[in-house]
């Protein structure tokens, strides 16, 4: 089945793409028309989503869509990006012992698994998965059992149990802005607690990005060097994304 423009086309692969045991936590949103797109990002968000906060800013998977294409659409007006804003796991609370555990990650990654199988159902544009936070860890984990994606997008990551990039065949990109509160949290695991290596590592293996003067919240906020870079990889423009100005520590 093709779904075509309009809001019961959306509405019809949002629901294809929410996992099927889905609880009144869980969301996906679609922003654009999927079936005719050139580039689909995925957008996968850390702690500390809800069904009423799914909207509130650009810190928000919702808000995040929309500055994303805005952003996109004025790089690169003739290119049609569709973005899927993705709640499709319990994302844990940031004061909790699931945020320090891997537990909620592992449940994650088998839905997301199945909404990017969904998804290239619908099309064959490459796809790329921007995550955020403890996004990283659910999206790294997908991707590790293979995943059909072109880019892996890991910003503000508490860390990744694989210790290279090589664990996928997309491209692996890394991000930590300057004013980030993560930069302090350690990369590493202790038995059942935190989740390994650094995805900013030099020995990681991804490639850098510039994210700027980001705090932790602040990578999809308008005129900000994280947007434009996350746009210039959501749309496919490997070469024109910068290198940050120094290595994060």
Not at 100 to 124: I, K, M
Request: charge should be positive; glycine fraction near 10%.
């Amino acid at each position: 089945m093709r779904f075509r423009h309009g809001i019961l086309g959306m509405m019809a692969l949002a629901a294809l793409l929410v996992p099927p045991a889905q609880s009144s936590g869980r969301l996906v949103r679609v922003y654009g028309d999927v079936a005719a797109a050139d580039r689909v990002a995925v957008i996968v968000p850390g702690a500390d989503i809800t069904l009423d906060t799914f909207d509130t800013g650009s810190h928000r998977p919702g808000g995040a869509a929309r500055a994303l294409l805005a952003e996109a659409s004025r790089q690169s007006p003739g290119t049609r990006l569709a973005v899927v804003a993705w709640l499709g796991y319990e994302s844990p609370p940031t004061w909790s012992l699931d945020v320090l555990t891997d537990a909620t990650a592992r449940e994650g990654a088998r839905a997301l698994r199945r909404t990017v199988t969904g998804l290239r159902r619908e099309t064959r544009a490459p796809i790329a998965l921007l995550c955020h936070s403890y996004g990283s860890v659910v999206c790294a984990k997908a991707a590790a059992t293979g995943l059909p994606v072109a880019d892996l997008v890991l910003t503000a990551s508490p860390g990744s149990e694989f210790p290279t990039a090589a664990f996928t065949t997309a491209r692996v990109w890394a991000a930590l802005g300057t004013n980030d509160w993560m930069r302090f949290v350690p990369k590493t695991r202790l038995g059942p607690l935190g989740f390994g290596h650094d995805p900013t590592h030099p020995a990681f293996g991804a490639r850098l990005f510039d994210a700027g003067q980001a705090g932790h919240s602040d990578y999809f906020r308008p005129d900000t060097s994280s947007l434009r870079n996350l746009a210039r990889i959501a749309l496919g423009h490997a070469d024109q994304v910068t290198a940050p100005n120094r290595t994060p520590p």
